[in-house]
């Protein structure tokens, strides 16, 4: 499974946070508490320069809470409260299109979701390239998509993490977007990442989310951050007459909704300092503990949050 095409030394080396723009904070933190054995570690109002940091100043003052399990207490889901907007449905637009958390056991996890406020998207099945890894897909309460994922197989061997709880951490972040070679190589040229080969993927998912045709192949792929189990994955949404994927609507000044935004470690970040929305600046609280941070518009509209750490 370790089918790499390149081995570079990637300049990301890890995820911070994994963010969730929600109408509704209080039913998140229920869900995600109840069902999927998250804490919340931290809580507050989102600071105003932070707000502006991320391009979304309405964000300001607004209510957000940080959630880890505790097999994974230091790898975050984050919830900030943004307006709604009518007529969102995950899978359809630009941007961050998912988030996958690996897991100990996908089918005890998909009988734990039958009894919640999830809507199961997906019901467990093997991937088509890689059999040994078992995914089901669900929505949230804000529309955020969420794959989890188990490794059937040989753990050690996997190009998976290890789950140390039943439900662990998010481990791919999953981006869609109408030029796939543009965002592929923005991410893996900028910051050296491992590739893997190039699929086209019939991904039953996506195509009922889009009205698409059961035959219609997605190009996708991954690529790897440079600790062991990080990694992108990198979707072609099909663009044109009578298709609908577009980019993601967002209330006036606010973090988009659902999958809304991503944090990434980096031991290089002076190499996205020029495209930032406001100068990196140090910044406290959790997951940032004192480090420089800014945040970029990706290739696909995507807000990439970009922390920095030591080399």
Known sequence: MSDWTSHGDPLLTRFRFATIGAPDIGVIEDQYCSWLGYHVRERGTVDAGLAASWGAPAAA????????????????????????????????TFGWAAFEIIVDDVHEVHDRLRQSGFEI????????????????????????????????????ASILPSPRSLIDRPFILVIAGPDFDRLRNW????FDLKRRPLRDSKIRLVQDAQGLDHDHVIRMT???LREHGYLFEFDEYPVGPGLIAAPRPRAEGDLPPGCAM???????LDRVADQAITPPVR???IGYEGRRACTVLGPAGELVEFIEEAE
């Open 187 to 190: 991410y893996c040229d900028l």
């Open 61 to 92: 003052g607004c209510p957000y809470i940080v959630m880890s399990t505790d097999g994974a207490s230091q790898d975050y889901i984050r919830v900030v409260q943004v307006g709604g907007v009518p007529g969102y449905r995950p899978l359809t």
């Open 262 to 268: 991503a944090s990434i470690a980096t031991v290089a």
């Open 283 to 285: 910044r406290d609280g």
């Open 121 to 156: 998207l997906a019901e467990p099945k093997p991937l088509q390239f890689m059999p040994s890894i078992v995914a089901m897909q669900a929505a949230g309460p804000a529309g955020e998509c969420l794959y989890f994922t188990m490794e059937s197989g040989d753990r050690a």
């Open 222 to 224: 991954t690529a790897g």
